[in-house]
């Protein structure tokens, strides 16, 4: 996992990472339907998704897209160096722009947007996030992601 100091992640401000592409299969939609109950056909049934809507098949959830931002992020943006906790805050936008067809690939694009430093040790972070379609003019998302990560003081890391 690569890390970076505080002091190369304020110089990163307006830099982009991309994360590998991953494919959004039928079996992970079940499996997020499963977990949240929401079994929307369009989803689920890929029979009559097909024949009942514009999409040829089913698509994914825009929160199980959203929630991928999650594994992107933890194997594509540098952590800070002496932190072993991150939380997330929220979005400050989220537009769910373009829907996933299941089989397809998405990558999302992380721009490092705002970094605060608090005296207290946590940092605050926001990236601008857009998760992109593989041969999708439209992107999935498009979002302001908070987080916070808390940075141990230097004596502290020994």
């Known amino acids: 996992m690569n890390t970076i100091t505080l002091e190369q992640a ?3 401000i307006g830099q982009e990472v991309v994360s590998p592409w991953r494919e959004v299969t039928q079996a992970m939609i079940d499996q997020f339907a499963d977990a949240t109950d929401d079994h929307q056909f369009i989803h689920c049934d890929p029979e009559r998704a097909a024949r009942e809507t514009n ?21 594509t943006v540098p952590r800070l160096e002496g932190s072993d906790i991150g939380i997330n805050q929220g979005f400050e936008t989220l537009r769910f722009v373009a829907p996933v067809k299941t089989g397809s690939r998405i990558r999302a694009r ?7 430093s608090r005296p207290s040790g946590w940092v605050e972070i926001a990236h601008d996030v857009t998760i992109e379609i593989e041969g999708s003019p439209k992107p999935a998302l498009t979002a302001r992601w ?12 020994g």
Request: overall charge positive; charged content about 15%.
């Open 10 to 12: 304020e110089a990163g």
């Open 55 to 75: 999409f040829g098949g089913t698509i994914a959830h825009g929160f199980l897209t959203l929630s991928l931002l999650s594994a992107t992020a933890f194997e």
């Open 110 to 116: 992380f721009v490092l947007a705002k970094l605060k």
């Open 146 to 157: 908070l987080t916070l990560a808390f940075v141990k003081p230097a004596a502290a890391r």
